[in-house]
């Protein structure tokens, strides 16, 4: 009878040590998905952040372009002003046209570059969203790990009691 309630003990025993080892490793593999998904998101952010310093820089690209565009068109327009003996600086139709052109210009600029910064900005904000979803993920491993140790450690005590109660003459 004591050799069984011995061998009854080891087994416990034996039990509350494989709970314990099955925990520690599901708490690893929780803690490595949590730190592996934070550096995904990560990578996101850096590239979100990439297209936006991007669309920044077209942005500006595109409004440079179009005020040289503008510039181009008041210049072909003041020569073909002055190609026709029209006094350039007098009040009128010619002035009015040529003024609502750079006026129309500098508005149009002034569009593109708001709208690049806007587009950069909602990236930007992506980013920061992919930054906050890492954090959460790391947490939330980490978290996963801390519960999935306590319970595995609490059901390994439960069986090492157990198998001291049986080694010890309990029935």
């Not at 930054?131 to 939330?140: D, K, M, N, T, V």
Request: cysteine-free.
């Amino acid at each position: 009878m004591a050799a069984t309630t011995s061998l009854l003990a080891a087994g416990m025993l034996t039990q509350g040590l494989g709970a314990y080892s099955a925990a520690n490793t599901q708490a690893t593999a929780a803690q490595l998905q949590g730190d592996f998904q934070r550096s995904q998101f990560e990578t996101n952010a850096r590239f979100a952040e990439l297209q936006a310093q991007d669309v920044r820089e077209i942005g500006d690209k595109q409004a440079a372009a179009h005020k040289r565009a503008v510039k181009d068109l008041r210049g072909k327009q003041r020569a073909a002003g002055a190609g026709q003996g029209l006094d350039l600086d007098e009040s009128g139709g010619f002035i009015n046209v040529h003024n609502d052109a750079g006026a129309a210009g500098a508005v149009d600029e002034v569009t593109i570059r708001a709208n690049a910064w806007r587009d950069s900005w909602g990236l930007r904000t992506q980013a920061q969203d992919y930054r906050s979803r890492g954090a959460f993920a790391h947490l939330s491993g980490n978290a996963v790990a801390r519960n999935t140790l306590l319970t595995g450690s609490l059901q390994g005590v439960g069986y090492g009691l157990q198998s001291g109660y049986y080694a010890y003459g309990g029935k």
